[in-house]
């Protein structure tokens, strides 16, 4: 019996949204199966996209390769469907210590970092009521994505093609030459559902932020001391989105007060004005013990894109690249991102 489509995608976050895109790009007949569910990290997420591991000032995995595409990626989504989704902005990291200061002139000098920072003068900062005792340093290449209005974009156009059903799969059947969901069938699927997933390595991880209007403080960019706080001019000029705590154990439990308590305190450490909180929010990402993606076949067929963890916007466009060339090319999967690398 002829199937009803190439391929089944279960899950829509951002790493089965940019799957969903690759996908249809190559000409592929893709059904979504998704539905909205609680602690569900993409809807939640701010979408900074920092290349730099702040702890250490070192670069994250890969930046200098999979920054610029997800520059081009987020831009291109945004021009084809008239949003401007990927916003291009500089974070400036505060010092509260020497320490701090002398290790980001250490990186300035290591060429592996030094094309995504600086020690500029950010004279908006300075003038602002923000405590950086010890200076700062400007991440230069850092950006976030309106995660949210993509995933909005996305799922119009996929209703519209009829490309989306919005039911919990409860039962998958796989057969000898493909593979059925509800009604619909194909060669293969692809589970992109993210801490909701049932996969050898991953490790869900809470994460709890804070939308907050801070009278007096009117930023343009990210600025970061434990916690960053981004602009969020779409709800006036000084609301700004705070996060993120980091969490192992009872990640399903939701937005607590010890985690709000945790963000207030980060936020005092960076401005003594007055802190009115708007909005709480958590989501459970996605992330895996080793701290890299986790992709490829798990059964004949049904493989798996998932463990993006905290740089999701980051990695999803070179995650979902690579899995295609994997599964429609024969290209070898990088051993650091096969899921069967145990």
């Not at 976030?144 to 909005?152: G, K, Q």
């Amino acid at each position: 019996m002829a199937c009803t489509d190439d391929v089944l995608i279960v899950g829509r976050g951002i790493a089965g949204a940019m799957l969903t895109e690759v996908l249809r790009s190559r000409g592929l007949r893709v059904h979504v199966f998704d539905v909205p569910r609680p602690g569900a990290a993409s809807r939640v997420a701010a979408g900074v996209v920092n290349p730099v591991v702040l702890r250490r000032d070192v670069p994250s995995w890969r930046a200098a390769e999979l920054l610029p595409l997800a520059a081009r990626t987020y831009t291109a989504f945004g021009e084809r469907h008239g949003l401007r989704v990927w916003h291009p902005t500089e974070l400036v990291k505060l010092f509260p210590t020497p320490k701090e200061a002398e290790q980001w002139r250490r990186a300035m000098d290591d060429t592996a970092t030094a094309p995504f920072i600086d020690q500029r003068a950010q004279p908006e900062v300075e003038a602002a009521p923000i405590a950086a005792p010890h200076g700062h340093g400007t991440v230069v290449r850092s950006a976030w994505l309106d995660v949210p209005a993509l995933l909005d974009a996305q799922r119009a156009e996929l209703l519209r093609d009829g490309a989306l059903t919005e039911v919990e799969v409860a039962q998958v059947r796989e057969e000898a030459d493909a593979v059925h969901i509800h009604a619909r069938s194909a060669p293969l699927m692809i589970w992109c559902n993210g801490a909701f997933g049932d996969v050898a390595g991953l490790v869900p991880v809470k994460g709890e932020g804070l939308t907050v209007r801070i009278p007096g403080l009117r930023l343009t960019r990210m600025v970061h001391r434990g916690v960053f706080l981004l602009p969020t001019p779409a709800l006036g000029p000084e609301v700004y989105r705070v996060g993120a705590t980091f969490k192992w154990d009872e990640v399903w439990a939701g937005a607590t007060e010890e985690g709000r308590r945790w963000l207030l305190e980060k936020v005092a450490r960076i401005t003594d004005r007055l802190v009115e909180p708007l909005d709480q929010w958590a989501g459970v990402r996605p992330a895996a013990k080793d701290r890299r993606p986790l992709l490829g076949r798990i059964t004949a067929r049904q493989a798996v894109l998932n463990g993006l963890g905290s740089r999701g916007v980051l990695l999803a466009p070179w995650c979902a690249q690579h899995l295609a060339v994997h599964l429609f090319d024969g290209l070898a999967l990088d051993p650091e991102v096969d899921v069967a690398r145990g």
